[in-house]
């Protein structure tokens, strides 16, 4: 189909003259400037979405090792309580020993996604499917003092331990429930890239309530949305 009928001809050495005439240096230092800093908004955008993309891998991963573990044991991990697993005895996988509700040796914490890791290694599939995430992400880089305490814990793509939890009320005593949404089913989470979990409780409008926007949960994954 022919289109150009309507369009008026111009020569290319008068275009070439009119192009020169109508930039000025000015002009081109301003057209540089904008190009430069359009760029920079480009390449500190599409920095974070590896390391969302990364986490959000992460997350599924984790959410499938947990479906597995309990289709193969019938048992879900409990994040608040030491049931289904005695922390009093010897804890021989990949740590030494515990004691008491996740101290381990009755002085260093073991968080609940360390927990978590650690009974789902007892599970050849679920240890396998863990340990394909790789050691960036399956790692023990915590702990007081020393580097590790001996238990490993998943950590997103910023190098941030995740959070597990095996369900929210908000009507419960469990402590970490400012950050955590209310959901009746385990899940894990991240701060996302600004680090901080801030407070799904807190007033609208508040800076806590939006440090949790960038928060990654498994569940969003499955496109399910928790009560907050
Ligand atoms: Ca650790
Ligand atoms: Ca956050």
């Given at each position: 189909?022919?289109?150009?009928?309507?369009?008026?001809?111009?020569?290319?050495?008068?275009?070439?003259?009119?192009?020169?005439?109508?930039?000025?240096?000015?002009?081109?230092?301003?057209?540089?400037?904008?190009?430069?800093?359009?760029?920079?908004?480009?390449?500190?955008?599409?920095?974070?979405?590896?390391?969302?993309?990364?986490?959000?891998?992460?997350?599924?991963?984790?959410?499938?090792?947990?479906?597995?573990?309990?289709?193969?044991?019938?048992?879900?991990?409990?994040?608040?309580?030491?049931?289904?697993?005695?922390?009093?005895?010897?804890?021989?996988?990949?740590?030494?020993g515990a004691s008491g509700t996740g101290m381990l040796n009755g002085t260093v914490a073991v968080s609940a996604s360390e927990r978590f890791v650690w009974a789902v290694n007892q599970?050849?599939?679920?240890?396998?499917m863990l340990r394909n995430l790789g050691t960036e992400v399956l790692t023990d880089s915590d702990g007081t003092g020393v580097t590790g305490e001996g238990f490993l814990e998943l950590v997103d793509g910023w190098g941030r331990k995740l959070i597990y939890v095996s369900g929210v009320d908000h009507g419960d005593s469990v402590t970490d429930d400012d950050y955590l949404p209310e959901y009746p089913k385990p899940y894990f989470v991240s701060a996302g890239a600004d680090g901080q979990w801030g407070d799904v409780q807190a007033a609208s409008g508040s800076a806590a309530l939006a440090q949790t926007e960038d928060n990654l949960y498994s569940f969003d994954l499955e496109g399910k949305m928790p009560q907050r």
């Open positions: 189909m022919n289109t150009s009928a309507t369009t008026r001809y111009v020569s290319p050495t008068r275009a070439a003259r009119e192009l020169r005439r109508g930039f000025s240096l000015v002009e081109l230092m301003v057209v540089t400037a904008i190009i430069i800093i359009m760029v920079s908004i480009l390449l500190s955008v599409t920095a974070s979405p590896a390391a969302d993309r990364h986490t959000q891998m992460i997350l599924s991963t984790a959410h499938a090792v947990a479906t597995e573990y309990r289709l193969q044991t019938s048992v879900v991990v409990n994040h608040a309580s030491t049931t289904p697993f005695d922390w009093s005895t010897a804890k021989t996988k990949n740590a030494n599970l050849p599939a679920t240890e396998q």
